[in-house]
């Protein structure tokens, strides 16, 4: 009787095992992704991934840079209308408020530089701790201290990216404003130009 009993269960079990492989084979198999599928879906990684870091970037940075680009942007907005040429005093405007906001703006580059070298240290300290604990090869200490710090070193290079944001900021700006003041020389220069002309032709 048991031998009957043992003998119904591993009936059933084989049924089991047989219905479980059919339905495997009967499932549609996953078609392996193209290479133009695997490297679209690196591309949408990697844009989320920066998204990320700019936003935390433009967080960053906003407060310093904020008077620096309004004035900028208006004075483009200015440069790009064709009806109205920029006037003398837009010019004169321009070239002395720059100087006044690269003044704090070059403050805030030298504060950013000094949070990256600490960023990158707090990264470097927990990266070693972890990379001293972890046993194994040191293929698999690289790998431990690397995803363990993941978040350290997006704040590492997050400051990195806004001091080279600022720099590349100031760097403009200082050239915008050279631009200026050849400008307003230029048309100082037409002007006096135009001011002798017309005397010599008042005597004449």
């Not at 990264?123 to 001293?132: F, G, V, W």
């Not at 046993?135 to 070193?153: H, N, R, V, W, Y």
Request: glycine residues 4%; negative net charge; proline residues 2%.
């Amino acid at each position: 009787m048991a031998n009957k009993k043992e003998s119904q269960v591993d009936e059933q079990k084989e049924n089991a095992t047989v219905e479980e492989t059919i339905q495997q084979a009967d499932e549609p198999k996953e078609e392996p992704k193209s290479q133009q599928e695997i490297i679209h879906n690196i591309i949408n990684r990697v844009e989320d991934n920066s998204k990320q870091i700019e936003k935390v970037v433009d967080e960053l940075i906003r407060e310093h840079c904020k008077q620096i680009d309004e004035l900028i942007t208006k004075f483009r907005n200015c440069l790009l209308n064709k009806e109205e040429p920029v006037t003398e005093w837009e010019l004169d405007d321009v070239c002395m408020k720059i100087p006044a906001h690269l003044y704090f703006l070059g403050e805030a580059q030298e504060k950013f530089g000094i949070k990256e070298d600490i960023a990158k240290s707090v990264k470097m300290e927990l990266y070693n701790e972890i990379h001293q604990r972890t046993k194994g090869t040191i293929a698999d200490k690289q790998a431990a201290s690397e995803a363990g710090t993941l978040e350290e070193e997006i704040v590492y290079r997050a400051y990195q990216r806004a001091y080279k944001r600022i720099k590349q900021k100031v760097e403009a700006a200082y050239e915008l404003a050279s631009s200026v003041k050849k400008v307003i020389s230029r048309r100082m220069g037409e002007q006096e130009l135009a001011n002798v002309d017309s005397g010599r032709f008042r005597r004449g």
